[in-house]
């Protein structure tokens, strides 16, 4: 079996000032570009290159927010391409949540150009420079930094609001904001669950443009960047439950990965699920759709009947097993394994049955010959789809 430890076991203090970060935070109304009931703001950012910068975001309440009952709320973190999106903000406010969606690259959200670029404002800090490639700037000048500032920042506003119950606030972030919401919980404790979707972390171990973006670095500055910008250095510092949701064929972020990461904040809150969604595309419209993303976060927030709860996948010779809990009914589960793990993105996962023990609340099956990697999922009776973690062999 693989090792599931992270080779930060000893992370060095991370490069935010917290203290910073969670004080209170004036925003500049932009009502021109208020979406209905969507308002625009501008809040401050952090200093780049010696000058001011501020963050473009779209926030709202539900219509029955108030002080005297106040509601959960979302900060919502988009990925590459992606901007403010006003319509994921919609999504949460017509479920009951406050909800927040910034830009992190200094864009307006408004249509791309003939290069596929949007405006940017007069007060932008950085964008992305692709995979880490502003690794030689000083911390302080490299877009994560100013990233993971943005969303913490914007947590602590909508937080601040009398109508939102700061108890009740939990992230979601989609691909690059995937990897962002990996990072921002293991640094931001006062969240109270989060939900990275695509995005995870050892990205120094992809057979793609992040491991090589990671190669390409000298030695000592690749791994700087793994210990500053890798969520594998923050995940052993996750405080909160986590959902863990992809494809089973993600063109950008593999499932060994993926698993990899779900395991390490699974150690540290054994809540925290994972949902692998056979035939999900990627995208952030196709990202925010898994129902299971607003049951899981309704359950950490309403207390409205939870997904299933998988225990961690145990092997016993040519047996696979598993138990779950909860109180909705598994409708179907089946063992999904792989003959073939030369190539992660582009894993051909077989179904084989399984046995289901309602009584003992347990799932098993014999492992097919050949298997080099597999994991049980469980569909409940109202579809919500829970996985095992992914077990690899040698």
């Not at 599931?4 to 004036?26: D, K, R």
């Not at 510092?237 to 593999?254: C, I, R, S, Y």
């Not at 060994?256 to 699920?273: G, H, I, P, V, Y």
Request: hydrophobic share 40%.
């Amino acid at each position: 079996m693989s090792s599931l430890t992270s080779p930060f076991t000893n992370p060095l203090p991370h490069p935010w000032n917290m203290a910073e970060l969670s004080a209170a935070l004036q925003i500049v109304r932009i009502p021109e570009m208020d979406q209905g009931n969507i308002e625009a703001v501008y809040y401050d950012g952090l200093p780049y290159q010696g000058k001011p910068t501020r963050v473009f975001a779209y926030y709202a309440l539900p219509e029955e927010a108030d002080p005297a009952a106040p509601v959960p709320a979302m900060v919502l973190v988009h990925g590459g391409g992606g901007t403010a999106f006003h319509e994921w903000v919609r999504i949460w406010t017509d479920r009951g949540y406050a909800a927040i969606a910034m830009d992190l690259e200094g864009h307006l959200p408004l249509e791309k150009d003939s290069e596929g670029k949007r405006p940017q404002h007069a007060w932008s800090g950085p964008s992305r420079q692709g995979e880490f490639e502003d690794y030689a700037q000083p911390v302080e000048e490299q877009w994560m930094y100013h990233a993971v500032a943005a969303v913490i920042k914007a947590h602590s506003f909508i937080r601040s609001l009398p109508q939102v119950d700061a108890s009740r606030v939990g992230i979601n972030g989609i691909s690059w904001g995937g990897i962002v919401t990996s990072i921002v919980s293991g640094v931001d404790s006062r969240f109270s669950f989060a939900i990275p979707v695509y995005g995870c972390g050892y990205l120094y171990e992809a057979t793609n443009r992040y491991g090589e973006g990671f190669a390409r670095m000298p030695e000592a500055d690749s791994e700087n960047i793994k210990r500053l910008w890798d969520p594998s250095a923050h995940l052993p510092n996750v405080t909160m439950p986590m959902l863990w949701v992809n494809g089973d064929a993600d063109a950008h972020f593999p499932l060994n990965l993926f698993s990899k990461s779900f395991e390490t904040a699974r150690s540290r809150r054994s809540e925290s699920l994972l949902s692998i969604q056979f035939g999900l595309g990627h995208s952030h419209v196709k990202g925010w759709q898994p129902k299971e993303i607003y049951r899981f976060a309704d359950q950490m927030t309403k207390g409205t009947e939870p997904l299933l709860h998988v225990s961690p996948l145990q092997t016993n010779g040519n047996t696979a097993a598993v138990s779950y809990s909860g109180d909705t009914a598994v409708r179907q589960a089946e063992l999904r394994y792989a003959t073939d793990t030369s190539d992660w993105f582009a894993m051909n996962w077989k179904t084989a049955e399984v046995t289901i023990d309602r009584d003992s609340q347990e799932i098993t099956a014999v492992i097919p010959d050949g298997a080099q990697a597999y994991f049980v999922l469980i569909t409940d009776e109202r579809d919500g789809v829970v996985c095992s973690d992914i077990r690899r062999l040698p």
